[in-house]
């Protein structure tokens, strides 16, 4: 039998353990994010993965905000990988855009097993977009 060790448990109680199952929750909001948009406020929405192979997380598109808090939750099982990586987009009616792009190193959240903080979000020519909030929980077992 596998005893967890004890801490902080804040997005658990949406999912199951698995036994002997080390996993990732996080959820993210977002701040002061670019107005993609030539008219009104963007539509911004958060896609996420870990490393290059994991299935991407995507929350739905916010309407008419720089603030988006997307109350999703998501959940990865992990096994050694070592960044989150972060998307944001703009939702359009043909072709949505990149509003910016962030990554993050995991250690930090694999010793700490909670994290809670914010990060820049650039985009490709390295011009901040805004602000990433992320809440980040490590299930060690
Ligand atoms: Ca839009």
Known sequence: MLVCAQHTLFLHSQFSRQNGQRSINGSL???????????????????????????????????????PVWDRIFHYNVNGQSELHIRIMDSDVFTDDEIGCAKVPLEEIYRNYYNDFWVKLPDHLGRVNGEIRLVLEFMPC
Do not use: C
Not at 46 to 53: E, F, G, I, T
């Open 29 to 67: 909001e977002g701040k002061n994010l670019r107005d993609m948009d030539d008219v009104g406020q963007g539509d911004p929405y958060a896609q996420v993965w870990l490393d290059k192979r994991e299935h991407k997380f995507q929350t739905e598109a916010r309407s008419g905000t720089s603030s």
